[in-house]
């Protein structure tokens, strides 16, 4: 296993300028900073002030102390290295990539991030290896996750400055995220689930809906509808952690394969050898993140991508749709 490095180094990127507008004066110098330096977190700035990085007309300044107005400021930029996780040539499917972000098809089976039992072999690594400089940037730029067994797009950012605006983005809800989902039980008609999503009370695993929970906002529409089974297309308002599993478990349609929340195996009468081997050996949640929308952090440009369906799921729904077809030829 490969050992982490035992010292972060450190790299000067550059020396940031700007002028306090005149309508600032009278505020704190921290607060101000970071509407000149929106990119960089409060927290990070004020230690910059604090370590004499960020100078106004080339004096120190303590947070709190206030601007006049018109003064000059200067900042260098250091970052640290954010995590201990080392590179590994693992190979990633790329749907866009640029200067800024890069959005991948993760494979199901990949971790996303590095930990007990996975110090090695995840997403982070992999990107990691294909641009270094992503170790400089919280989480190695990811900006949200997906569960090792779910599939499909993620955008990744790679500056400070994308990763602060798809943060912001992701926190008013303004980007996109559309799933297919296959699961069990013939639905009849879309909706909407919105259902307060934390920690199970009694398996800490687990996520379960509760009425103390965070919110929680799911929206489905049926896509293809099977004798005993559903494909669903789900679009998040919200990302909680397993939100789509768990609120289709609560909602006594569960996802076809999941393994926490997915239930016994669930049969249509007299369904094919094929449908049978099929659902029986599918042990993944039928879950796959196809669309991906959001506004370019830098050039405000709308960027869109749609990671293709997996083979594994195509199988299930052709078999599925084969199952539906023989059984209405025998009626």
């Not at 042990?283 to 369906?309: D, I």
Request: proline share 7%; net charge neutral; with cysteine.
């Amino acid at each position: 296993m490969p050992a982490a490095a035992d010292t972060p180094d450190q790299e000067a990127i550059s020396i940031r300028t700007a002028r306090v507008p005149e309508t600032a004066a009278g505020r704190r110098f921290d607060a101000v900073l970071a509407e000149l330096f929106p990119e960089f977190s409060r927290s990070r700035l004020s230690e910059w002030i604090k370590s004499g990085d960020a100078l106004l007309d080339g004096q120190s300044h303590r947070p709190r102390d206030s601007v006049r107005g018109g003064e000059s400021v200067s900042l260098a930029v250091v970052l640290d290295t954010q995590t201990d996780a080392l590179p590994e040539d693992i190979p990633l499917s790329v749907l866009y990539e640029d200067a800024d972000v890069i959005v991948i098809d993760k494979p199901a089976g990949l971790v996303v991030h590095p930990g007990a039992g996975n110090p090695t072999g995840t997403l982070v690594n992999a990107l990691l290896h294909r641009d270094p400089g992503l170790a400089a940037l919280p989480r190695a730029g990811i900006v949200h996750r997906l569960d090792k067994d779910t599939s499909g797009a993620m955008v990744v950012a790679r500056s400070l400055q994308a990763h602060a605006a798809l943060v912001a983005q992701l926190s008013a809800r303004d980007v996109h995220r559309q799933y297919l989902a296959i699961v069990v039980g013939a639905l009849v008609s879309g909706g909407t689930a919105n259902l307060p999503i934390d920690r199970h009370p009694r398996d800490r695993i687990k996520m379960g809906v509760r009425d103390d929970g965070r919110d929680a906002v799911t929206h489905y529409r049926l896509r293809e509808r099977f004798r005993a089974h559903t494909a669903l297309e789900c679009r998040l308002e919200t990302g909680r952690t397993h939100q789509i599993r768990v609120h289709m478990a609560h909602l006594k349609h569960p996802i076809v394969g999941d393994p926490l929340y997915g239930g016994p195996l669930k049969l249509p009468k007299g369904a094919t050898q094929e449908l049978i081997e099929t659902l029986r050996g599918f042990k993944r949640q039928a879950l796959h993140a196809e669309t991906l929308e959001f506004v370019h952090p830098v050039s405000g440009e709308p960027v869109r991508a749609t990671a293709p369906v997996p083979q594994d799921m195509r199988q299930l729904l052709r078999v599925l749709h084969e199952d539906a077809k023989q059984a209405q030829a025998k009626k």
